[in-house]
């Protein structure tokens, strides 16, 4: 109950708004305490001391909405010197001991020589602060002196009443109450019924709603029907409130209903519309009907209750089982309907913290990963708050592995339970927005790439590429044994370690770490842990099958890089561990992708250069050199810039080519759909004939509709 309520109490501080600081607000000095009592003593005023700290939601609505206030500067900078301190440092932990400041905010009130005159316990409206604080400006109402005269024996009601008033202002919680005690019970009924006594009287208790409804008449003439209006309508929506928050049925709560039901029934109370449904929900408690209908019932009432209204049924929102993701789903769109109603003044700061509160319920809901609309250092911040690793999902829009992951993976409920309760997690498109900026920071090479963060932005882990098995993916991330980064840390320590180089006992793990690299496509650093591992291996193991997926990879082994060069020099002895194969299928691929360049006029080869390929290629008696040909054939011509002579090579280098080429073949067709003329049907039979000697299916469409539109137009 005492979390709850605290819950509660925190949650009201952050939702509480904040206004714009203004010159004509409360001038707090920026001085030390005893140099306000010297300012105070120079001044003949007192000083006003704000107790406060960082985290205290209550606080930061004073500092940043009461205390701006133009009548706010009007009232304390013509009676107080103000000042202000943190609690928990500096001056302010020498002030919280002196005074016993336990609560925050607390504002102290003292005198030149810096004896407590007046306290004040608690965050309220401007007037209502004020109306505590007034009694302390007089010396004679100084809770100092009250507590002195109270101790005499001599004090009377009257006098009485200021002292209990000033001990509950200043959030007295040992003597207030058997101070309240005595002076009610002292009390005579016309004492009761006058207006001197109604701030005694007023209290939220079912008891005095009695006397308040007996004594109806006598009260609305000494004090005013509107306010015995108002304080049977406060005092019933708060006892419902307490009776909601309890939310358990009890024989003090059934005789609560039914003393308001009562008093409904002959018109002493005239419910409005919250009222009404908190009603409602109190019988719905009582019937033992469970939270899922008080829910229900706010959701249904949502759209006719106030902002204020509906923030008070927050404290029921977190009694609800966050598996039952129906409920979940009915709080998050309550949530929708409150923050749709914040009025404009207050969309600044209570919007964004009712976005933050109600994201949980819509996480809670989710059947899938829950993903937040949060910058990177924002999510980054969160992921610090709530003590968990960030996820983040790096993806394109065309990227078909990413959308799969979107659509089929990341929807599955028991991933999302997975992620939802271990991370913050978001997705950026990195080719736009805060993308490529992540992208440059990160390495991110190959899409889909997740990252596990840590709170201060470091890699915890990094997984490439999409997976059915996220889950176990990911959770590798939340152990420092088997996140990725694990593997960062030991390199690091083996690097540096300046006195030795990597023994024996480092191989398996240089190659393990080697391999972890080429997935994820950071070449530049296989390269280097391949140096530290070279001199631990022996010639067989250079051209083992075991690490042939280096010369797979073709940033690793690309053209004119020494691993290519050791693989040229050492084929034979590759064919033998993998196969002539795979063997001439590397060295293939690497003439073809340096042809690439060239077919997509993004570079100009020197003359010669690409036909010199040819003789580069001949020692290695390629399985598939007429393909490679081929595709060298078509390079240089485009290289030429000549489209007839393109035709007339392509012609004959189509026949030649393979499945493995097809894109090859694409853009070849589709160079000549652009720069040639008068070409249409010759290129449409060279396409039919491409398809029906391949049959690619998946390319089909491509390879017959790429005529089409000029087709009728020959």
């Known amino acids: 109950m005492r979390k709850r309520i605290m819950l509660l109490v925190i949650l009201s501080g952050i939702l509480l708004s904040r206004l714009p600081v203004y010159s004509q607000g409360v001038n707090f000095r920026d001085v030390t305490?005893?140099?306000?009592?010297?300012?105070?003593?120079?001044?003949?005023?007192?000083?006003?001391?704000?107790?406060?700290?960082?985290?205290?939601?209550?606080?930061?609505?004073?500092?940043?909405?009461?205390?701006?206030?133009?009548?706010?500067?009007?009232?304390?900078?013509?009676?107080?010197?103000?000042?202000?301190?943190?609690?928990?440092k500096g001056e302010g932990l020498e002030i919280a001991k002196r005074y016993n400041v336990r609560s925050y905010p607390t504002f102290l009130f003292l005198d030149a020589n810096g004896n407590l005159q007046h306290r004040v316990v608690g965050a309220s409206d401007l007037q209502s602060f004020?109306?505590?604080?007034?009694?302390?400006?007089?010396?004679k109402n100084s809770l100092f002196l009250l507590e002195k005269e109270f101790r005499s024996g001599k004090m009377k009601k009257e006098r009485k009443l200021a002292y209990l008033l000033a001990l509950e202002g200043a959030g007295d919680r040992e003597i207030a109450p058997r101070i309240k005690e005595e002076l009610l019970g002292s009390l005579t009924t016309t004492e009761k019924l006058s207006a001197t006594y109604w701030p005694l009287i007023k209290k939220n208790t079912l008891e005095m709603m009695d006397f308040v409804e007996q004594h109806r008449e006598q009260l609305e003439k000494s004090i005013g029907k509107q306010a015995v209006n108002d304080f049977m309508n406060e005092t019933c929506v708060s006892l419902l409130n307490n009776y909601i928050t309890l939310g358990a049925k009890s024989d003090s709560g059934d005789r609560l209903l039914a003393s308001i039901h009562a008093r409904v029934d002959r018109q002493a109370i005239i419910p409005g519309v919250a009222m009404e449904v908190k009603l409602k929900i109190a019988d719905a408690i009582s019937s033992g009907a469970g939270f899922s209908r008080v829910i229900d019932l706010v959701a249904e009432n949502a759209n006719a209750l106030s902002m204020d209204e509906l923030l008070g049924f927050t404290v029921i929102f977190g009694k609800i089982d966050k598996e039952e993701k129906a409920m979940m789903a009915k709080i998050a769109t309550i949530g929708d309907v409150m923050i749709s109603k914040v009025p404009e003044e207050r969309i600044a700061d209570i919007k964004p913290a009712l976005e933050i509160y109600f994201a949980q319920f819509k996480k809670a809901a989710a059947t899938g990963v829950y993903w937040e609309e949060l910058s990177l250092a924002a999510a980054l911040d969160k992921a610090k708050r709530e003590k968990k690793f960030l996820f983040v999902d790096c993806h394109a829009t065309w990227c078909g592995p990413c959308i799969y992951m979107a659509n089929t993976v990341f929807t599955r409920p028991e991933v999302g339970d997975f992620f939802n309760d271990h991370f913050i997690s978001v997705k950026y498109d990195m080719e736009q927005g805060e993308g490529p900026g992540i992208m440059t920071r990160y390495g991110v090479k190959v899409l889909p790439t997740f990252l596990v963060l840590n709170p201060d932005g470091s890699v915890q882990h990094k997984i490439i590429g999409a997976s059915d098995n996220i889950v176990e993916e990911a959770r590798k991330g939340l152990d420092d044994a088997t996140a990725s980064s694990a593997l960062d840390k030991k390199y690091a320590a083996i690097a540096s370690d300046k006195e030795n180089a990597p023994g024996a006992g480092d191989k398996e793990f240089l190659l393990e770490y080697l391999a972890r690299l080429i997935d994820f496509h950071d070449a530049?650093?296989?390269?280097?842990?391949?140096?530290?591992?070279?001199?631990?291996?022996?010639?067989?193991?250079?051209?083992?099958?075991?690490?042939?997926?280096?010369?797979?990879?073709?940033?690793f082994c690309g053209r004119d890089s020494d691993a290519f060069n050791y693989l040229l020099e050492h084929r034979k002895a590759f064919?033998?561990?993998?196969?002539?194969?795979?063997?001439?299928?590397?060295?293939?691929?690497?003439?073809?992708?340096?042809?690439?360049?060239?077919?997509?006029?993004k570079e100009k080869p020197a003359p010669g250069e690409i036909l010199a390929m040819k003789k580069e290629i001949a020692p290695y008696k390629l399985a598939g050199r007429k393909e490679l040909f081929a595709c060298i054939d078509i390079a240089n011509a485009v290289a030429a810039g000549d489209p007839d002579k393109l035709l007339k090579v392509a012609a004959k280098a189509l026949k030649n080519l393979t499945r493995e080429s097809i894109d090859v073949a694409i853009f070849t067709l589709d160079y000549l759909k652009q720069h040639t003329t008068g070409k249409i049907e010759t290129l449409k039979k060279m396409a039919d004939e491409l398809q029906n000697r391949l049959a690619v299916e998946e390319y089909k469409n491509i390879l017959t509709g790429m005529f089409e539109e000029k087709e009728g137009g020959e």
């Open 130 to 139: 004020i109306a505590r604080v007034e009694p302390g400006l007089d010396p």
């Open 33 to 88: 305490l005893a140099q306000a009592l010297e300012s105070a003593r120079a001044e003949s005023r007192l000083v006003m001391v704000d107790c406060q700290t960082t985290w205290c939601g209550p606080c930061k609505y004073m500092s940043n909405t009461v205390f701006p206030l133009k009548e706010a500067g009007d009232f304390f900078n013509k009676h107080f010197v103000c000042v202000e301190f943190d609690m928990e």
């Open 575 to 601: 064919n033998a561990s993998v196969g002539k194969r795979a063997v001439d299928e590397k060295i293939a691929l690497v003439y073809k992708r340096r042809l690439l360049p060239v077919l997509l006029g």
């Open 524 to 555: 530049d650093k296989a390269r280097e842990v391949y140096d530290a591992l070279d001199p631990l291996l022996t010639d067989d193991e250079r051209t083992s099958a075991a690490l042939w997926f280096l010369y797979e990879d073709d940033e």
